[in-house]
């Protein structure tokens, strides 16, 4: 190991607590999407760059959603990596279901607890504490380093990475690298796609005594939504060294999203996320609304989906659609630069080799994938993400930041 890598595995070691109570901090800066003010969390974010005389740029299309972009350049020409992270969070309702504080980043028996802990300031930290150790030894490395930290990705909003990847194409480089939940055990390089649909129904309506009258707009809706799994029998078309890397990793993909994630990561999957309909329990309903998430993965396209979708409509003149929000599927090289590095530095550190794999959620990452640009995706585990008692193992959380620093390094030092 050169003397560049043992210094940043040392300064990591030595700053530990600091970069724990970080971390920490991060959390208790309240930045859930809706409503996405994610101002606190900017600042605190901006505090510390301020306090490594780091220079940074504060791009807000939204002023309640800032984004945060800092750039070095080595002292030769290389390639151009950028780390990105989001700073929004999803949102915590009443707390219900929560044993500890959501906003309190509480570190009890090595894990740290709060809303974001896993998605993502885990990841987000690491990134800033990754372009922060690298900028101490930035004249002994190549090309550029570019952070991004970034707001309204939870509800793949217009005003963070979105903005940036459309106006600031300085922040685009050769690679990204991101740190949303995963696990130790995969590399993303590619992720489903999701197209949400809107769906209402309308009827005459009646008192609920006179069913004969007129058709239920609720039981309409039910049809339809048994009806369109029809969706989830489209096969897709995929090339085989995607296919090759999906095969191997079915027990990886399992042990990082779950039992049985493997099965669907290939397929459409439906979910009826929202449902709205009636008035009152003695009438039958006239209006029903439902939302519908369908996920598409590698090889399968939107025009496909929306085919189905159409020849099940036809069937149901009572019913309409619209679209919501679409995002295609989006994938790069399974076999990239990047995932070696990353396989290799954690076969060093951790004596296992990730998989690399396509997920079931989005990132932002897949911004830079619409361009061509290889974007990969190295987290902790998803514990808690999206409901209650969202957490990260500390040492896991370590052994993140020991990864992206060290492969952020690898990339800007390569012949």
Known sequence: MNEDRQALLQWIDQERDRIIAFFRGFIRCRSPNPPGDTTQAARFIGDFLRGENLDFRIIAPHDKMPNLVATFDGT???????????????PVGDGSGWTRDPWGGELVDGKIYGRGACDMKAGTSASIFTYAFLHRIRQRLRGRLTLTAVSDEETFGPWGARYLVEHHPEVLGDCLLNGEPGSPYTIRFGEKGPLWLEFKIRTKGAHGAYTHATES???????????????????????????????????????????????IVGRVTLNIGVIEGGLKVNMVPFACRFEADIRLPLGVTREQVMAVVQRVLAGYPQASVEEMNFNPPSYCPPDGAMVGIIQNNVQALRKFTPQPIVSLGGTDARLWRYREIPAYVYGPFPYGMGSADEHVDVEEFLHIVRVHVLSAYDYLTAG
Do not use: C, Y
């Open 76 to 90: 030769s020409k290389g390639k151009h990596l950028v780390l990105n992270g989001h700073i929004d969070v999803f």
């Open 217 to 263: 707009a609720t039981k309409v809706a039910q049809r339809l939504i048994g009806d369109l799994e029809a969706v989830t029998q489209i096969e897709p078309k995929i090339s085989d060294n995607i296919l090759r890397s999906l095969e191997a990793a079915r027990e990886s993909i399992d042990k990082a999203m779950g039992k049985g994630a493997a099965d």
